[in-house]
Every structure is written in C-alpha cells, then in structure tokens.
C-alpha cells in the first residue's frame, strides 16, 4: 500500500488505484499523510482545507470524510495503513516509507552523506524519479503553503543532482534540464551558476556570459541586489578562461577520467541541507 503526494494525491494497492473520493476528501488524507504518526485535530483539518470562511458544516464534512477514507484504507490495505481517533485529533498510522514524500526526503539524506558522486547522482536520480508533478497536483493550489515546503525541496534536489553530474563530467547529459529549469527559476542564482558552467564547458563561453548578464539585470532592477559571490567568480573566470580558480563548483574544465573513489569524497557539504517535506507542524507555524 503506498500515497503518493508528489504530483496528484493517490493511494495504491498492490499496484492498483484506490479510489479516494472528491477533492476535499484527497485533501484531508494528504493533509494526514504528511503529519503521518501524529494527531491533526478537526479544527487544523478545517482550516487547512477551507482556505476562507469554512461553513458551519466544516466539522461534520471532515468527519465523514475521514470516515470514508478509514473504511477505503482499512479494506485495501488490510490493517497496515488505517486512520486512528484520538479524543478531537485523528492520526494516520502507517510507515512513511510507504508515502512518497517520505520516501524523497530518505532518498536524498542518503545521498547528501555519500561521499562518492556517481553513487550520489545516482541516488538523487532515484529521489526525482518519485515526481509526477506538482505536490497535491489536484488537491491544491500551486502556492498553498502545504506544497512549498516540497517545492523547495524538490528544487534543491535538483541543484545538488545536477552539481554531481558536472562534477563527473556529464554536462551535455544534463544541459537541456539546465536550460529549462532556469527558465522556470531565474532567481536561483546558484541553478544559474550550473547553467553558466554547463553552457561554457560545452563550448559556448559566449551564452554562459550572456546568462550572467540576464541574471545579474534582473537581479537589479527587480531587487536591487547584486549576484552572489558565487556567480560573480564563475563570471570572470570564464572571461580568463581559468580552469584553476578555486569555486565551490566543479573545474571549469571536465575531468578527463574517472577520478579513484578515495578522491571523490566530498569536501565540503552544502550549506544548507534540502528542506524536509512539510509537516503540519511546521504549516501551523509558519
């Protein structure tokens, strides 16, 4: 038995699509399965699922909701996945790693303690493998805060798969997400530094340049902020063709061989880890 969250909320058994209901209904077993083990009470599921002004029949809705959606779990997955009440909370019980938020989240924790690239890659390949879309693609809307804790997570996946597939020299494999990605996401400054050094390994010093210079424009006008270090190094070491200056990237130039696997060790882990999908604590929060 498995959910998936990251694209359209589904629930599966032995390969076979669960019917969960209607929209609100997908809603409510999203909600409980990203807070999966611990207790939501109705007024959190209420407020969550109505954004604006809940009618006065929320909590009722909400209780035949989760009643339906104990009946359809219990039956399909056969006790190992069911909703269990708990005074005024109701709390799905069942192993996270048979949701796919949970299982990303393991997948690049894993790869973010491997010190050797190829396996690293290869990992976060299989974390962003488990996307189909947008978070609850059909429950909610695209900026609501249930989804950007995911977004952002999925996004700094992709940065660190695509830094270990230029530090193993694959940057024609990988320019194409390059390039589509920045399009999406012209603020992330350090998605727009791969970007510059895939295009100038590639042979084309001349748009990576003309990459920097978009960035650095819209940076300015829009928030009157300059680049980054980062991006303002990779900069003029393009513009010297130095293969030698020391980033926090890969070389200018590819490796031109495999590398041994004691030399691969990562020296410096990122900054910043992935955000972890969000839980219910954190949307209360803020």
Not at 157 to 176: N, S
């Amino acid at each position: 038995m498995e959910i998936r969250l990251l694209g359209p909320v589904e629930a599966r058994a032995g390969g076979e699509l669960i019917d969960l209901g209607p929209r609100k209904q997908r809603l409510a077993l999203a909600i409980l399965a990203l807070s999966v083990n611990r207790p939501i009470t109705v007024d959190q599921l209420v407020d969550l699922t109505w954004i604006n002004d809940p009618p006065r029949t929320a909590r009722h809705a909400v209780h035949v909701w989760v009643s339906r959606l104990r009946a359809r779990l219990l039956e399909s997955s056969r006790g190992s996945l069911q909703i269990i009440t708990r005074g005024a909370t109701y709390a799905l019980s069942a192993d996270p790693m048979n949701i796919d938020a949970f299982q990303f989240r393991a997948l690049v924790d894993e790869a973010r303690l491997e010190p050797i690239w190829m396996i690293r890659a290869a990992t976060l390949r299989r974390a962003l493998a488990l996307w189909h879309g947008p978070p609850l693609a059909d429950v909610a809307a695209p900026l609501d805060k249930l989804c950007q804790g995911l977004d952002e997570a999925r996004m700094a996946a992709a940065e660190e798969w695509l830094d270990a597939e230029l530090r193993l020299g694959r940057h024609r494999a990988v320019i194409d997400q390059l390039v589509e990605l920045t399009a999406q996401h012209p603020d992330r400054q350090h998605l727009a530094a791969l970007h510059m050094l895939a295009l100038y390994r590639d042979g084309r010093a001349c748009d990576a340049l003309r990459t920097y210079r978009q960035v650095r424009r819209r940076l300015v006008e829009e928030f009157g902020l300059d680049p980054y270090v980062e991006l303002q190094e990779l900069e003029s070491a393009i513009l010297r063709a130095d293969s030698c200056l020391d980033l926090h990237e890969p070389a200018l130039s590819p490796p031109t061989r495999p590398r041994p696997a004691h030399l691969q060790a990562v020296k410096d882990q990122p900054a910043r880890p992935p955000p972890r999908p969000a839980t219910l604590q954190h949307l209360m929060t803020g």
